[in-house]
């Protein structure tokens, strides 16, 4: 694959401050495909000053002028489409299908949604005797994960640019290649200098120093909640502003009188699309008692429509979860499933395929809320289905994790899963099969972080406001 050997600082590909490197490893075979050098933090500074030095002249260019740049990177990353889908199959191990699809087709529309909404956004207002200025918070650190790579980095940077702020990205060490690329279109459009800046690294060093700096206003994280504790920790000691984008352990209510088929097939794929490294992922299924067992036969059934495989080929929908130890994580998390009594009804612990960082999709039954694969998030392809007894005791199963990030409820009727999805305490919540929607705000309750992406909200974050009083 093709890497650059340096970082994008200050509009130049520039050589990286240090020697050490970072390998690029495909999940499907274990192979290391290419290099990158693992950022400083004399590296991480030279970024930051250049975005600092940049951030006068884009808060003054014209928004309409900040949308047509950012249209123009949509154009790029479109015309990208194939090369930006075999790299994300490359470093994340996903499906090629779905990686053109889904990796690469969100972020053209969020970024086309960016595009819109920078050029019609309101950044004044007349509010009584006063004029309330929207201002752009300044230097950007996003720090994005490896679980979709390309998504993530627009969802940060697409709105970070139409509020006129600067930033430095340090994207996941596992999927650098594609913030490369992306890095690459950046340049092609003509986005002044300083404006984007990558450095690719670690998290504790390259990472860290990032949040810390002191030349940064806010840290945009997306990541496990153990890392955006330290995140926060760190940020609220400078006091800078955060928007943090955590963890889930999302619930899928199936409520009586919904289409359980239909439910649980949804519900299956859900967990499985992406190997299940998806942070909303409904990686628990809650089902009445009175349709308990055929709802597990169904989802048993329904794994079958996910084979594992080269995420090359045709035909497979699941891939290799990201690395070793990853790989070695998920399987643990089924080995404590069965040592906690839950019923294996699909997959299990042992690996599919000798080569690669296979997990098989997995299905448990006979889950209760206290058990671990019930609470803590996997982030692989393993879905829990528990028994409940009334609606009460579902909404107290579906509330009853550190997490609030997504949810999903079937119903016989849109009226009674919105009445019950009102008492969820969670971010977003699918009704009756509800589709993602790039304009809505995406983040979660409780541990599953702080702020919003995505749309007018996600906007919001890279602003601060001032008032003029007349």
């Not at 590909?13 to 990158?36: C, F, K, M, T, Y």
């Not at 790029?76 to 699809?101: C, D, V």
Request: hydrophobic share 45%; proline share 5%; glycine share 12%.
């Amino acid at each position: 694959m093709k890497a650059h050997d340096g970082m994008y600082i200050d509009g130049a590909w520039r050589p990286a401050v240090g020697s050490d490197l970072i390998e690029v490893v495909n999940p499907a075979d274990g192979q290391v495909i290419a290099q990158v050098p693992a950022g400083t933090e004399e590296d991480v500074d030279a970024a930051v000053r250049a975005a600092r030095a940049a951030l006068p002249g884009w808060a003054a260019t014209a928004p309409a002028e900040r949308a047509a740049l950012i249209g123009a990177l949509r154009d790029a990353l479109l015309a990208r489409t194939g090369e930006l889908a075999e790299t994300i199959t490359a470093e994340l191990g996903s499906p090629l299908g779905f990686s053109k699809a889904v990796h690469v087709g969100a972020p053209i529309a969020v970024a086309t949604s960016y595009a819109e909404l920078a050029s019609s956004y309101a950044f004044e207002e007349r509010v009584g005797n006063s004029i309330v200025l929207l201002e752009p918070i300044g230097v950007v650190a996003a720090i994005t994960p490896w679980n979709y790579p390309l998504h993530q980095v627009v969802a940060k940077v697409a709105p970070a640019l139409a509020a006129g702020c600067t930033l430095v990205l340090k994207p996941a060490e596992d999927t650098p290649l594609t913030a490369q690329l992306f890095a690459e279109a950046v340049h092609e459009v003509g986005i002044p200098a300083g404006v984007f800046n990558l450095v690719t690294g670690t998290g504790p060093v390259a990472g860290q120093a990032l949040a810390a700096h002191e030349g940064v206003d806010l840290v945009s994280f997306t990541g496990s909640t153990a890392v955006g504790k330290q995140i926060g920790a760190t940020a609220g000691a400078a006091v800078k502003r955060v928007a943090l984008e955590l963890g889930g352990k999302s619930a899928n209510v199936i409520l009586p009188g919904a289409d359980l088929v239909k439910a649980v097939a949804a519900g299956v794929g859900h967990v499985m699309n992406n190997s299940g490294q998806s942070c909303n992922a409904l990686t628990r299924m809650l089902v009445h008692r009175d349709h308990y067992e055929e709802a597990v036969s169904l989802a048993a059934a329904a794994v079958a429509d996910y084979p594992t495989g080269d995420p090359r080929e045709a035909g497979v929908r699941v891939g290799p979860v990201v690395n070793a130890k990853q790989h070695e994580r998920v399987r643990g998390f089924i080995t404590k499933g069965l040592e906690e009594g839950a019923r294996l009804v699909a997959g299990g612990p042992d690996a599919p395929l000798e080569q690669g960082y296979f997990v098989a999709p997995t299905v448990f039954a006979d889950v209760t809320p206290d058990m671990t694969i019930a609470q803590e998030e996997i982030f692989g392809p393993v879905l829990s289905i528990l028994r409940y007894e009334d609606e009460e005791e579902a909404l107290n199963i579906a509330n009853g994790t550190v997490y609030g990030l997504g949810g999903a409820v079937w119903a016989a009727d849109d009226a009674t899963a919105v009445a019950f999805a009102r008492r969820m305490d969670t971010g977003q919540v699918d009704i009756n099969g509800g589709r993602f929607n790039v304009l809505a705000p995406f983040g979660g309750y409780k541990q599953s972080g702080v702020g919003r992406e995505l749309g007018a909200h996600g906007l919001a974050e890279y602003l601060q406001t001032k008032s003029l009083q007349f």
